[in-house]
């Protein structure tokens, strides 16, 4: 099943300890993304990434780190989480191409970390 | 910049009433439009998109959204709702940046349906 893999689901912490969300993805995508959700703000691009080695940050990036070492894995870095990274976190891929049939986004099931 | 605007945060609707949510958009070219719904503790599920072609789109779940150059809108409709439509819809805008292709999203509307 073509499918977006998001872990852990759901996370509580404390501040500062290093985190990460990993996301995977089996569609052999090049374009993955990481997105915040927060009530009345829908959701906001952290980081995305255009192909291996190429990342860039989107919106709100401050606070988080991401990498791209193989098409399949885009995880999300917290090195020293704050309670304001609070929130609902989903990873995204789609297709390179930009044609009709490719150009939409798989979005992976969500993570829901507390950062006390 | 490129954004996306959902003047409605929360509407309430009877269910077998009819529903329309608003999107505008801002961007210079020719956008791709989509709509997704996020169903309570779900991900994000396609309902439509629009690339080119006949503005009128339908999508999944009974859904049609209309595309209006003149008016910068891409509002979803549905001609009657059922209760399992609760949930938060987002009207998305993809554009092309310096680095290729992006999307952002707007802030999302929040449907309620009354039985």
């Known amino acids: 099943e073509a499918q977006v893999t998001q872990n852990p689901r759901y996370l509580i912490t404390v501040t500062g300890k290093k985190l990460t969300v990993t996301c995977s993805q089996n569609?052999?995508?090049?374009?993955m993304s990481w997105y915040r959700q927060d009530p009345g703000l829908g959701l906001r691009q952290i980081y995305y990434?255009?192909?291996?080695?190429?990342?860039d940050k989107g919106d709100v990036p401050e606070g988080y780190k991401v990498s791209r070492k193989e098409k399949r894995n885009f995880p999300l870095i917290l090195e020293s989480p704050s309670p304001n990274q609070t929130s609902l976190y989903f990873c995204?891929?789609?297709?390179?191409?930009?044609?009709?049939?490719?150009?939409?986004?798989?979005f992976g099931a969500g993570s829901r970390l507390t950062v006390l | 910049a490129q954004s996306v605007t959902q003047p409605d945060i929360h509407i309430t609707v009877s269910e077998g009433a009819s529903l329309e949510l608003r999107c505008n958009y801002s961007?210079?070219?020719?956008?791709?439009l989509f709509w997704y719904v996020q169903s309570p503790g779900q991900g994000l599920q396609l309902l439509l998109k629009?690339?080119?072609?006949?503005?009128l789109v339908q999508g999944i779940k009974g859904f049609e959204a209309e595309f209006k150059r003149s008016q910068s809108s891409f509002n979803l409709r549905k001609p009657s709702v059922h209760w399992s439509d609760a949930a938060e819809y987002f009207c998305?805008?993809?554009?092309?940046?310096?680095?290729?292709?992006?999307?952002?999203f707007g802030p999302g509307t929040r449907l309620s349906v009354l039985p």
């Open positions: 995204a891929s789609r297709d390179r191409s930009w044609s009709s049939g490719a150009n939409v986004l798989t």
């Open positions: 569609m052999n995508h090049e374009y």
């Open positions: 990434s255009m192909n291996v080695e190429v990342t």
């Open positions: 961007y210079g070219a020719t956008p791709y």
């Open positions: 629009y690339f080119s072609g006949d503005t």
């Open positions: 998305a805008v993809g554009f092309r940046d310096n680095y290729g292709q992006n999307f952002v």
